[in-house]
């Protein structure tokens, strides 16, 4: 791997990866080796700003700045829901996995420097308890598990049901 980068610790970080993925639902590209040069580029990142930024986009350095694009970063389940992978292709959906469907590339939703800024201005200045949320609320029927966001997660990571078992909830 290059960077000087271990393979056991390539493999080791991979390995967690894989396990952490699929116990909440998610899975790793099948393609190895493209996968592994990946998870070395978190590494290279861990070792270069002490957190496993993306390795496809360029961090700035600063933890609080950068929290979005933290591996898995916010724009993972919105890509693998629309496009089959996430932005680097660490991640997958599950009919990419099988084969049953093409990744397709996916454009970058990361906001500007400058709008992520105000967002975040935004976000710090609004009270704790918002009187509309930001996005839906989704139960799994089967489990109870609840998550905020645009769609239900493709299985749930409590009980590994899948997608069509959740209801909107708020």
């Known amino acids: 791997m290059p960077n000087d980068i271990p393979d056991e610790e390539v493999d080791r970080l991979y390995t967690e990866l894989d396990a952490e993925a699929e116990a909440g639902g998610y899975h790793l590209n099948p393609d190895r080796e493209f996968t592994r040069g990946l ?3 978190l590494l290279v990142n861990r070792d ?3 957190y496993i930024a993306c ?3 360029l961090a700035t ?5 950068d929290l979005d694009i933290i591996c898995p970063c916010d724009y993972r389940d919105p890509d693998l829901a629309e496009y089959g992978a ?3 292709a ?3 959906s599950a009919d990419v996995k099988t ?5 397709e590339p996916v ?4 906001p500007p420097r400058p709008e992520r800024k105000k967002m975040r201005e935004e976000r710090e200045s609004t009270s704790a308890a918002p009187s509309t949320l930001a996005y839906p609320v989704w139960r799994c029927r089967v489990c109870g598990y609840l998550c905020a966001r645009n769609a239900p997660p493709e299985i749930c990571p409590i009980c590994r049901v899948p997608r069509e078992r959740f209801e909107r909830f708020m």
């Not at 350095?61 to 700045?65: I, N, T, Y």
């Open 90 to 92: 660490l991640y997958v």
């Open 39 to 41: 998870v070395c580029g």
């Open 99 to 103: 084969g049953k469907r093409e990744a």
């Open 48 to 50: 270069r700003y002490g």
């Open 86 to 88: 996430c932005y680097c």
């Open 61 to 65: 350095g600063r933890r609080e700045d």
């Open 107 to 110: 454009p970058e939703r990361r």
């Open 55 to 57: 390795p496809c986009r």
